[in-house]
């Protein structure tokens, strides 16, 4: 049965909802169950989700990510229908190591788009499933942070988070950012 949880993160609430199998339908910080249901598409948003305190190991790897492990999210099942193009973006884009933005034309050319920086823009904003699908790696060319569906602050907050947890030595592809 879908379900649909919502936890207490350091950035804010954070809502998931997951189909029948536990894969990610939508994913963000926000305690708008109704929202995030219209960021699914028609053809996979479920009717009538039940309300869970936890959703097991979905609720687990948003917690490990909070608490400095990114790994688990990026091991979590997703779901989302898009064109080709759009479902090429979304999987090049959980390759992107956390602490190491990208920006937008990176994004479309590891996609197999080189002209396509407009293309991993929009693939971002129809992103349905934010954190497990990092979109907040992204930013424009230059560092400037572009945009983010949870606001510009919280994109900001994750990005030095993520960054803090390299080793001193690294740094992101995009230092400074």
Not at 40 to 61: C, F, I, K, N, Y
């Amino acid at each position: 049965m879908p379900a649909i949880a919502t936890i207490p993160t350091p950035l804010g609430p954070f809502t998931t909802l997951v189909d029948d199998e536990g894969t990610v339908l939508a994913s963000g910080w926000t305690d708008d169950v109704d929202g995030l249901l219209a960021l699914v598409h028609a053809e996979l948003r479920p009717a009538d989700p039940s309300r869970r305190d936890e959703l097991g190991a979905v609720t687990a790897a948003v917690t490990a990510f909070h608490d400095g492990d990114p790994a688990p999210a990026a091991a979590v099942p997703v779901r989302q229908l898009g064109g080709p193009a759009t479902t090429a973006i979304w999987t090049a884009l959980r390759a992107v190591p956390a602490g190491a933005p990208t920006t937008y034309g990176e994004l479309a050319a590891a996609a197999g788009h080189p002209n396509g920086h407009r293309l991993a823009a929009r693939a971002c904003v129809h992103n349905a499933a934010t954190l497990f699908v990092p979109c907040h790696r992204v930013v424009r060319r230059g560092g400037a942070l572009g945009g983010y569906r949870w606001g510009l602050e919280r994109k900001e907050r994750l990005l030095a988070m993520e960054k803090s947890w390299l080793p001193e030595q690294s740094g992101g592809a995009l230092s400074g950012v």
